[in-house]
C-alpha cells in the first residue's frame, strides 16, 4: 500500500482562530469515502429507520465493477473515442429526417482516430446497459468520487445518459473525474 495521501492546500481554521485543521487522510479513509464503499450499508435501509422528511438516505443507484484492466489507459488516452461496441450517443444521434454526413468529409478525422488505440469493454457495456434499464432508462454517471458535472456541455447540458456511449463521453470529457482517477491511480494503486 502506498503512503498516506495529502492535500497540497495549506490547512486552515475556518473558525477563524487557534492551531489549523489537518487536512491529511490515509489511503484507507479516502477509500472508505468512495461511493462504492458507503453505499452498500445505506441503499438497504429500512423506511422506518429513516425521518418522516425523507423516504430514504441514498438515491436509487447500481454500482457497475470491476472496470476493465485497460479502463484507465482509457480514461487517459488523448482524445474522445469511444470504446468499440459502446452504443450510439443518444444526445448525439441525429433525428430520423436529418441525413448522415457523407463519409468524405470525415477523411481527417479518421485519419486522427485511426491513430489512437481502440479500446473495447464488453462486458462493460452490458453492465452499463443493464444499469440503465434497471434505473428507469436514463442514469447519471459517477466515478466512485465525483461525478462529470463539468461535462455537460458535450452532452446538451445535462447529465443524463440514456446509453453506454453517453456515460462514456461524460466520463472521458471531465476534469473532475479525470483528477480523481489520477489521485486514485497515484496514491492508492
Given at each position: 500500500m502506498a503512503a498516506p495521501a495529502t492535500t497540497t492546500t495549506e490547512p486552515t481554521n475556518i473558525s477563524g482562530g487557534g492551531n489549523p485543521l489537518p487536512l491529511e487522510a490515509s489511503c484507507e479513509e479516502l477509500l472508505e469515502c468512495q461511493f462504492s464503499s458507503w453505499f452498500p450499508t445505506f441503499r438497504h435501509l429500512d423506511r422506518s429507520d429513516c425521518d418522516d422528511r425523507r423516504s430514504n438516505v441514498t438515491i436509487k443507484s447500481q454500482l457497475v465493477s470491476p472496470l476493465p484492466a485497460d479502463f484507465s489507459d482509457f480514461l487517459l488516452a488523448d482524445g474522445i473515442r469511444l470504446p468499440e461496441g459502446a452504443t450510439r450517443l443518444s444526445s448525439c444521434a441525429p433525428n430520423e429526417q436529418e441525413q448522415q454526413p457523407d463519409d468524405s468529409s470525415c477523411d481527417d478525422q479518421q485519419s486522427n482516430d485511426?491513430?489512437?488505440?481502440?479500446?473495447?469493454?464488453?462486458?462493460l457495456n452490458q453492465q452499463i446497459e443493464e444499469a440503465i434499464e434497471a434505473l428507469g432508462g436514463s442514469v447519471v454517471p459517477k466515478?466512485?468520487?465525483?461525478?462529470?458535472?463539468?461535462?455537460?456541455?458535450?452532452?446538451?447540458?445535462?447529465?443524463?445518459?440514456?446509453?453506454?456511449?453517453?456515460?462514456?463521453?461524460?466520463?472521458?470529457?471531465?476534469?473532475?473525474?479525470?483528477?480523481?482517477?489520477?489521485?486514485?491511480?497515484?496514491?492508492?494503486?
Open positions: 485511426s491513430e489512437q488505440k481502440q479500446f473495447s469493454f464488453p462486458q466515478l466512485n468520487w465525483s461525478a462529470p458535472k463539468d461535462a455537460t456541455w458535450v452532452n446538451e447540458g445535462t447529465l443524463k445518459c440514456k446509453t453506454p456511449g453517453d456515460v462514456y463521453l461524460l466520463l472521458k470529457s471531465s476534469d473532475f473525474c479525470l483528477h480523481d482517477w489520477q489521485v486514485f491511480q497515484e496514491n492508492i494503486y
